[in-house]
């Protein structure tokens, strides 16, 4: 479990990010942090893993209170990776090889096993033919590819990732929601900061909204993204899958299933036409498989 308890964060010159800020990651989740630019979501990833220390309140991990010194940050940083909103922060080796390279290698690990990870994350990436590439002549949506191999070679417990698909094809962005996936089938933890509701809706298990005010609101992602007050306040856009799922509901082509995904949406739509099918040729269905 990773926690944060009271967090509170002003920039040099007093601009406030983060009043009061508490949050509870659970093992296991996919987490999704949303609001309005400059809400605080990044302020409050960077806390995560110790790249920012609290003016007030802690971050705890399993139920351990954080510390700042070079061991404990190491440690943390082990158990906790974080992919940066822009990949231009994060890169810093010469070669993309070079780059993914750097946290194994520095773990401890055998030859092999530091090459298998490294080989591994490439692979994941679908940056293999980049990896004798300088970091800096590459796309932006190739630099997040890096930055993301990167991290995830290290294998952390809890991967956190802030705005991960922002920059990528739409491939590049469907493989890394698949790649998630697959780690977080593999027990790893998953927090994302993003813009895109459809995607959170779809992905996630949980979500926060991030307003000016803090987090004003958390829980299973579904919930909190049917509260239209609240992506009113915090500037989100309102899944489409719900727009569809309104305009279905009265059909009773919905039978109480979910919609959340894509999928979701075109076997409701599916069964919506199958019964306008059905009316037109005389046999209504009702929801409990009766026939009029
Ligand atoms: N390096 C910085 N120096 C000073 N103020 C900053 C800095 N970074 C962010 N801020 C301010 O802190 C607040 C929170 O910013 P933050 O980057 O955490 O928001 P965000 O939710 O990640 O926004 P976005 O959706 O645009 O990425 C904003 O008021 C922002 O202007
Ligand atoms: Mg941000």
Known sequence: MLSA??????????????DNVSLAIRPGRKVALLGANGA????FLLHLNGLLRPQRGEIRLDDVVMGYDRGSLRRWRQRVGLVLQDPNDQLFAATVFEDVSFGPLNLGLTAAATRERIDTSLAALHIETLADRPTHMLSLG????????????MRPDILVLDEPTAGLDGDGSARLVALLDALHQR?????IATHDTDLALEWADDAAV?????IERAGPVDEVLSDDDLLVRACLRRPWALEVKDA??????LNGNRLRSRADVV???RACLNRVWLHQAGLVILGDGKRL
Request: charged share 10%; aromatic share 6%.
């Open 5 to 18: 308890i009271g967090i509170g964060y002003s920039y040099p010159g007093g601009i406030a990010a983060l």
């Open 187 to 191: 027990g790893t933890t998953i927090v």
């Open 40 to 43: 605080g979501k990044t302020t």
């Open 142 to 153: 190739q630099k997040k590819r890096v930055a993301i191999a990167g991290v995830i070679a």
């Open 210 to 214: 991030f307003t000016a005010a803090g």
């Open 248 to 253: 279905l509901a009265t059909s009773g082509a």
């Open 267 to 269: 076997a409701a739509i």
